[in-house]
C-alpha cells in the first residue's frame, strides 16, 4: 500500500486544506515521509455527514454479511505484511515483536467480534408475547432488541498504534455494534493509521457497503477533535489517552444541545498489594517480575503498575533490596514521543522532590534521545496518604513502593486512592483472610482484581473488564476491551404491539437470523424458540 498523507473519507483520498504534520521517529527526532495535511471543520464535515448516510443500511445489516466485513478488515491487515509492522516501529520506537503482537491482537479481536455477531446474544432480544386473557388487563405484545447509537467517534491511542487505534478495539466494538466509525488518527503514527485505515476501507469496498461507514481523519484535536465530538451526527466517543485530553472531550460531549456519551479510557496507577506469606518465596523472583511489568514497553501501558505496598520489616526489606539491583540493571526504553519522555523526566523529578521519598533503585539512560532510565522510588503508607503528589501517575518506567503495617492501613490507602483499572495481590493461603478484609474496598476502586500476576497484558475475552471508576474511565459500567465492549454502542427499543409485517427481523416470530432471545422472562435457543413464541 502506498502512503498518500491525506485523510481517507468515505473511501476516498481526501487533501486537508489546514497545515501540514509529519511522523517522527522517536528515536532520532527525524521526520518521516510523507507529510500529512490537516483537515478544516469544513471537510470534516463530509466524514461525519457520510456516516449519518451509511447508518441506515450498516445498522440493519445480516450477521453474515456483517462478520464477513469485520472477518475481512483482520485479513487485510495481515495481508500489508511486514511494511506495516516497520512503519509502526518508525513511529513509535517500539519493538518488531512487541508489534506484531499486537498486530494479531488487533486481527484477533475484529474475528472474536465477527463470532459475536453471528451469534447474535448482544441483540439483547426480548419477548413478552401477548396475553389478551390476562386478568384484570391484558398485556400487550412488546418486544425489545438493542439498536447501534450511530456514527461513533473514536480516538487513536499514542502508545498501541494497532490494538487501541485505527482498528483497535474501540473501532471493532463500534463497527460489530453496526455503528459507523469517524477515527480521528493519532498524530505521532499517522503512516500505521494510513495504512490500516486502507485496509478497513477496502474491506467496506469489497463487501458492498455505503462508504460512510468509516472514515480517518488527520488533524489538531485541540480543534478537529473537539469538532468532531460536538457534531450533531455523533452519537458517541470512544478514547484512550490523558485524564486532561478525555476530560476535554466529555465537556464538548456534555454542553451539546444533545449530550453524547463518551467512553474515555485516561489515567492509572494499578496498585500491587504484596502480603506477608508471598514474601516466603522466592523475593528476587517476585522483584523482577515487578520491575518487568514496572518497565516493559518503556512503561507506557495503562496497565503498568505504578504503585507497590510491601510490608515493613525484614521480609519487606528484603523485596526493596531485590527491587532495587533488578531495577539498576534495566536500561531505559525509546518512549513513544519526545513529549512523553519530556513528561516522564517532570512527573519523575516531581516525585524525587516530594517529602519523604526515596530512590530505591535506578536504571541506565538508554542510547537513543527519548529512552530516561527506569526509576523505583519508596516511601511509607503515612506519606502517601496525606501527599497527593504521590498519587500523580507517571506514565512511563517509574513507579512507587510503599511500606505498610496493618490491613488498616491498606484499606484505608484503597480508600484513598481515585478510580484505578487494576488491583494485584500477590500472596499465599495463609494471606487469605486479610486479602478477604480489602477486597471489598478495592471492588469499589477497579475494575478487575488480580491474584498472583500482574496487571500488563490483557486478555481479549468475554469476562474481560478494562475500565473503572473515575478518572481511569469516565463510565465505570463500561470495558473497552472484551466482547462487553460492544455493549457501549447499543441502546434498547422495545415495539409494542406491531404486526409481523412492520417488526424488525430479530424479533420476527420465524426468527430468520437464529438468534437465542430471551421468550416470557426464559432464555430459549434458537432451534426450539418458534413454538414458544406462538404458544
Known amino acids: 500500500m502506498t502512503l498518500t498523507g491525506h485523510s481517507l473519507i468515505a473511501g476516498q483520498a481526501v487533501a486537508g486544506e489546514g497545515k501540514t504534520t509529519f511522523g517522527l521517529n522517536p528515536a532520532t527526532n527525524e521526520q518521516l515521509e510523507p507529510a500529512y495535511t490537516l483537515i478544516t471543520e469544513d471537510q470534516l464535515q463530509a466524514a461525519t455527514s457520510a456516516a449519518a448516510e451509511a447508518y441506515a443500511s450498516f445498522s440493519t445489516l445480516d450477521p453474515e454479511t456483517h462478520a464477513g466485513f469485520l472477518e475481512a478488515i483482520a485479513d487485510n491487515i495481515e495481508a500489508i505484511g511486514d511494511d506495516l509492522i516497520i512503519r509502526a516501529g518508525q513511529e513509535t520506537g517500539l519493538p518488531a515483536a512487541r508489534l506484531q503482537g499486537e498486530r494479531a491482537r488487533t486481527t484477533g479481536q475484529l474475528r472474536l467480534f465477527a463470532s459475536v455477531v453471528r451469534q447474535g446474544d448482544f441483540r439483547g432480544v426480548r419477548i ?45 466494538s463500534a463497527l ?65 489517552g490523558s485524564q486532561s485530553a478525555g476530560i476535554a472531550l466529555m465537556r464538548t460531549a456534555a454542553a451539546r444541545s444533545e449530550p453524547i456519551p463518551v467512553y474515555a479510557e485516561m489515567s492509572s496507577l494499578n496498585p500491587v498489594f504484596v502480603f506477608s506469606g508471598a514474601l516466603k518465596g522466592d523475593v528476587d523472583a517476585l522483584a523482577q517480575q515487578y520491575v518487568a511489568a514496572v518497565t516493559g514497553s518503556s512503561g507506557q501501558l495503562c496497565t503498568s503498575p505504578g504503585l507497590l505496598f510491601a510490608p515493613v520489616g525484614e521480609d519487606g526489606d528484603k523485596l526493596a533490596a531485590a527491587v532495587g539491583r533488578a531495577v539498576s540493571a534495566c536500561a531505559g526504553q525509546t518512549m513513544l514521543t519526545e513529549g512523553i519522555a519530556a513528561s516522564w523526566n517532570s512527573g519523575a523529578g516531581a516525585l524525587g522532590a516530594a517529602e519523604n521519598v526515596d530512590i530505591i533503585g535506578e536504571g541506565t539512560v538508554g542510547p537513543t534521545e527519548n529512552a530516561p532510565a527506569p526509576t523505583i522510588f519508596g516511601t511509607d503508607i503515612a506519606d502517601f496518604v496525606a501527599n497527593p503528589v504521590l498519587h500523580a501517575e507517571i506514565f512511563g518506567a517509574a513507579s512507587l513502593v510503599i511500606r505498610y503495617s496493618s490491613a488498616e492501613e491498606l484499606i484505608e490507602a484503597t480508600n484513598r486512592l481515585e478510580g484505578q483499572l487494576t488491583a494485584s495481590l500477590q500472596l499465599t493461603e495463609q494471606d487469605y483472610p486479610t486479602a478477604a478484609r480489602l477486597i471489598p474496598a478495592l471492588e469499589q476502586k477497579v475494575g478487575r482484581i488480580i491474584v498472583n500476576g500482574w496487571p500488563t497484558g490483557v486478555e481479549v475475552g468475554h469476562a474481560m473488564v478494562h475500565g473503572g471508576p473515575f478518572p481511569a474511565t469516565s463510565d465505570t459500567r463500561t470495558t473497552s476491551v472484551g466482547t462487553l465492549a460492544i455493549n457501549r454502542f447499543l441502546r434498547p427499543v422495545a415495539y409494542q404491539s406491531l404486526p409481523q409485517e412492520l417488526l424488525p427481523a430479530p424479533l420476527l416470530d420465524a426468527n430468520p437470523w437464529q438468534l437465542n432471545r430471551r421468550v416470557d422472562g426464559i432464555v430459549a435457543e434458537a432451534a426450539n424458540e418458534k413454538d414458544e413464541v406462538n404458544a
Open 128 to 172: 413478552d408475547p401477548a396475553l389478551p386473557d390476562r386478568a384484570p388487563l391484558p398485556r400487550a405484545d412488546i418486544r425489545q432488541r438493542q439498536i447501534p447509537l450511530g456514527p461513533v467517534a473514536v480516538f487513536g491511542a499514542s502508545n498501541f498504534p494497532l490494538a487501541f487505534s485505527t482498528a483497535g478495539g474501540d473501532t471493532a
Open 176 to 240: 460489530a455494534a453496526g455503528c459507523p466509525v469517524v477515527f480521528k488518527a493519532h498524530n505521532a503514527h499517522p503512516g500505521t493509521s494510513e495504512l490500516v485505515g486502507q485496509a478497513i476501507a477496502k474491506a467496506v469496498s469489497d463487501a458492498g457497503l455505503h462508504p460512510g461507514v468509516f472514515s480517518l481523519i488527520y488533524g489538531p484535536g485541540s480543534s478537529i477533535g473537539q469538532a468532531l465530538v460536538a457534531d450533531p451526527a455523533i452519537k458517541a466517543v470512544g478514547f484512550t
